[in-house]
């Protein structure tokens, strides 16, 4: 069964950090790419970040640039996404998706085939 299984989430303060991790299982993330989006209460599901296939390659939305940084460890079938300067604006369900690809860049729109099930991220003090 493939599945992907996001960990990290919790409750910060502002300014503070977390460190998502998105696990596949069932198949191996080497060929896919990888992107991480949130869903805020009321507000419609958006990409934050993306990581292509070999790692050389990422996208932000413009809100995160500077405080986020995706990574991947291919060889433990993993996907990070660390977040720093946490904002009360971050508070979401943070979801990873895997999209397969031949090429080595990655995009924020929807056109992924995998999606995770979601972990909560809250900021607040």
């Known amino acids: 069964q493939l599945q992907l299984v996001e960990s990290g989430g919790g409750l910060v303060q502002p300014g503070g950090s977390l460190r998502l991790s998105c696990v596949a299982s069932?198949?191996?993330?080497?060929?896919?790419?990888i992107g991480w989006f949130r869903q805020a209460p009321g507000k419609e599901r958006e990409g934050v970040s993306c990581?292509?296939?070999?790692?050389?390659?990422?996208n932000y939305r413009d809100s995160v640039k500077g405080r986020f940084t995706i990574s991947r460890d291919n060889a433990n079938n993993t996907v990070y996404l660390q977040m720093n300067s946490l904002k009360p604006d971050d508070t979401a369900v943070y979801y990873c998706?895997?999209?397969?690809?031949?090429?080595?860049?990655?995009?924020?729109?929807?056109?992924?085939?995998?999606w995770g099930q979601g972990t909560q991220v809250t900021v607040s003090s």
């Open positions: 069932g198949f191996t993330l080497v060929n896919y790419a």
């Open positions: 990581i292509g296939i070999s790692g050389d390659n990422t």
């Open positions: 998706a895997a999209q397969w690809s031949p090429f080595s860049g990655c995009g924020l729109g929807e056109a992924y085939d995998y």
